[in-house]
């Protein structure tokens, strides 16, 4: 099957329990897309129940990470598969997550974050909000000549494989993030050295329309039983080995 002969995105009403399980469902889904199991895209949404820290896979916790600040806020550490800078997320903040086959080969990284990050800014301004690309794989909104971040991006590509997922700021507690996290050891250029508190804004769409807006993205009309069970004995086994791996948070 080549890309051109691929089914419609699915649309997969799963929210799993933990940060972790959520995590393993994108990693084990991409595996299926790698491995040709999936015959179609597969699109989510899901939010944190509680402030968490999510580590890009070679985040070093002490460069990017003030692990008291998180112990004295309750907040957790995990690390997800994709790379990228660490981010917080929780109630308020839509996590969403795009995995897509590609049999003949994935693209290259620009033709992946154009492919995932244009859509999806296209279908923002369609709901309202002035959102575009900035930097590699950020969404900003913009209001005359001030640009502020509502959205950070990350991917892992496979061979047969795209995995593209990142946060969306709807009404989160802004301040939380620059309680728990330092000035991040790279920045976009639109960034222009500012603190986390005057380069990051919300949304304020509510989640029944950004997650519609982010299906309506990716046109995922397919139907989710088309997708069968998803990996749940995979998913487990991920979670176990990794993903509530205290040596896998922690390892950098």
Not at 3 to 14: K, N, R, S
Not at 129 to 148: M, N, P, Q, W
Request: net charge neutral; charged share 20%; with cysteine.
């Amino acid at each position: 099957m080549t890309a051109a002969h691929l089914a419609p995105p699915i649309w997969l009403d799963a929210e799993l329990d933990t940060v972790e399980e959520n995590l393993a469902l994108d990693e084990a889904l991409l595996e299926a897309a790698h491995e040709g199991r999936l015959a179609a895209g597969v699109v989510r949404t899901w939010m944190a129940t509680a402030p968490t820290v999510v580590l890009g896979s070679s985040s070093r916790v002490a460069a990017e990470v003030d692990p008291d600040a998180c112990a004295a806020a309750g907040v957790r550490l995990v690390r997800r598969p994709s790379g990228g800078l660490t981010v917080v997320l929780g109630p308020g903040c839509l996590m969403w997550s795009v995995i897509m086959p590609h049999p003949d080969g994935s693209p290259g990284l620009e033709a992946i974050h154009a492919a995932m990050l244009e859509p999806l800014a296209a279908a923002l301004r369609t709901a309202g909000r002035a959102v575009h690309r900035r930097g590699t794989s950020d969404l900003a909104v913009v209001a005359g000549e001030t640009e502020r971040k509502v959205s950070g991006n990350a991917l892992r590509v496979k061979r047969h494989g795209v995995l593209y997922h990142g946060t969306l700021l709807d009404d989160f507690d802004l301040d939380l993030i620059s309680r728990v996290l330092r000035y991040p050891p790279q920045e976009p250029a639109y960034r222009a050295g500012r603190p986390h508190a005057g380069f990051i804004a919300n949304l304020e769409l509510g989640r029944p329309l950004l997650a519609a807006t982010v299906r309506e993205a990716f046109r995922a009309t397919g139907a989710a039983e088309s997708l069968g069970d998803w990996p749940r004995d995979r998913v487990r086994q991920l979670v176990a080995e990794r993903y509530a791996s205290v040596g896998w948070t922690y390892r950098l």
